[in-house]
């Protein structure tokens, strides 16, 4: 069930046992008229999908969710709301586990990490058609288990607090989301979300290597800018990325390119 709050936004939920992806269901309901404001749950996927398409493991356990927003701004600004949403699994997870900064960190652009392990991430996506411009969310947070052998360190609430469970991460969720959305909508806009997501940054100062299309590239993470680029300093100086896959220091040999 939704939290309170989302309930009382006028936020909705659907929940299925298995669906290919609850993105491709967002897409689905909004070719059918969806108003938005949807909430799509699933107890488990068959093809879910991250960022560059990669597969995404999805058994039974954890919590899958789409959130189908319609007319949410323009499209310009959509990117933004990628950091709404980290923040808001940032929240939920602080709220069902205990766990706080710096044991929680958001690493840029879309992965919430536990004591630096990957256990949730988020796929944000735009649909424009029939005068209609429409964002997808696509969010996902370990809760019983998580994947392994994958590059990235993982890990799952339970091993950080067993009481959490599916409904209680849904609840905190929907209801953080409602709260961050409302203040980047009225509140404060980017500026309010870049500060907070800031606050919340995993390596912010530290040495990394961020992997663009074009090659890696090491640099001290200085922060994102007010369109949330990420500003490295490197040798050569200051550069902004708008994507890349992004390493503490340097990332593993063997580390698959999109």
């Known amino acids: 069930m939704l939290g309170e709050a989302a309930r009382a936004a006028g936020y909705r939920l659907v929940v299925r046992e298995e669906v290919g992806s609850t993105m491709e ?30 597969q995404w493991t ?14 949410p701004c323009e499209p310009v600004r959509a990117p933004q ?11 939920a997870a602080a709220k069902v ?7 929680l960190g958001l690493k840029w652009p879309n992965d919430l990490l536990i004591d630096g392990a990957k256990c949730s991430g988020l796929l944000l996506e735009g649909e424009s058609g029939a005068g209609r411009f429409a964002v997808v969310a696509g969010l996902g947070i370990n809760i019983a288990s998580c994947a392994q052998g994958t590059p990235y360190p993982a890990s799952f609430l339970k091993a950080h607090a067993p009481q959490a469970t599916i409904e209680a991460a ?12 409302a203040t980047w909508q009225s509140g404060g806009g980017f500026a309010a979300i870049r500060q907070a997501w800031l606050e919340r940054a995993a390596f912010l ?4 290597t961020i992997r663009p299309a074009e090659g890696a590239v090491t640099g001290v993470f200085s922060g994102i800018d007010a369109t ?11 550069r902004q990325f708008d994507a890349g896959d992004l390493f503490f220091g340097q990332p ?3 580390e698959p390119r999109a």
């Not at 709301?81 to 929240?91: E, K, N, T």
């Not at 586990?97 to 044991?103: A, C, F, S, V």
């Open 25 to 54: 269901e967002a897409r689905r309901a909004l070719q059918q008229g969806e108003p938005g404001q949807l909430w799509i749950v699933a107890r488990s996927q068959n093809a879910g999908r991250g960022r560059h398409g990669r």
């Open 58 to 71: 999805s058994p039974p356990g954890n919590l899958y969710a789409s959130l189908l927003l319609v007319d």
């Open 81 to 91: 709301l990628g950091f709404v949403a980290g923040l808001a699994l940032h929240d």
């Open 97 to 103: 586990t205990g766990l706080n900064d710096p044991r």
């Open 170 to 181: 849904l609840a905190a969720l929907s209801d953080a989301w409602a709260a961050r959305f």
């Open 205 to 208: 100062g530290q040495t990394i």
């Open 228 to 238: 949330g680029r990420l500003l490295l300093e490197t040798a050569a100086g200051p």
């Open 252 to 254: 593993p040999l063997d």
